[in-house]
């Protein structure tokens, strides 16, 4: 005792799967729903924090020299400076380093990005700037890593900061 509603749903299933293989039919069940999902994915936000127009003397801005590598929140913007993290957060004793020019004396130097751990994310001045930046394969030059591993708070990352080394020669 087959429904109309049963029948119906039949020939159309099997119409369907003479006209559409099941590859063919889950490639357009997923264009569908990511074609659906694509404003939530956050493509257009990377280029919207990481303006480098600016004063490349501003460490509060992300066009300063030193944040070639950078990628994170500046510690200038959460009470820190370039070089020193802000009160209540340790730097990691893990790093990655970069090689920027300063503007003002056309040097390249080494630069040591530090982490600071601590305290939840900052949230303010995100600066990320991939200039020099490796695959993770090579981790030391990587810095879309967590770095704050190495600390006695363990994994809460607050901000960053740009030390410098000295002359890259």
Same mark, same amino acid.
């Given at each position: ?48 924090? !990481? ?11 992300? $066009? @300063?020299?030193?944040? &070639? *590598? ?10 820190g400076s370039a070089s020193s993290c802000p009160p209540g ?9 970069? !090689?920027?020019r300063n503007p003002e004396d056309g040097l390249n130097y080494?630069? $040591? @990005?530090?982490?600071? &751990? *601590? ?29 704050c591993l190495g600390t006695r708070s363990g994994v809460a ?13």
């Open positions: 005792m087959i429904s109309r509603v049963d029948r119906l749903a039949e020939r159309v299933a099997r119409g369907v799967a003479r006209k559409l293989s099941r590859r063919g039919l889950v490639a357009r069940i997923g264009a569908l729903f990511g074609a659906s999902a694509m404003p939530l994915l956050p493509v257009s936000r990377a280029n919207a924090m !990481t303006s480098k127009s600016g004063d490349a003397s501003d460490p509060t801005s992300c $066009s @300063y020299w030193r944040y &070639c *590598g950078i990628d994170g929140f500046l510690c200038t913007c959460c009470g957060t340790e730097p990691s004793p893990i790093t990655w380093v970069g !090689t920027c080494v630069i $040591s @990005y530090n982490d600071c &751990c *601590g305290k939840s994310a900052c949230g303010r001045c995100e600066c990320y700037r991939n200039e020099g930046d490796t695959p993770v394969y090579q981790p030391q030059q990587a810095n879309d890593l967590d770095w990352y607050n901000c960053s900061t740009a030390v410098v080394l000295g002359v890259a020669e």
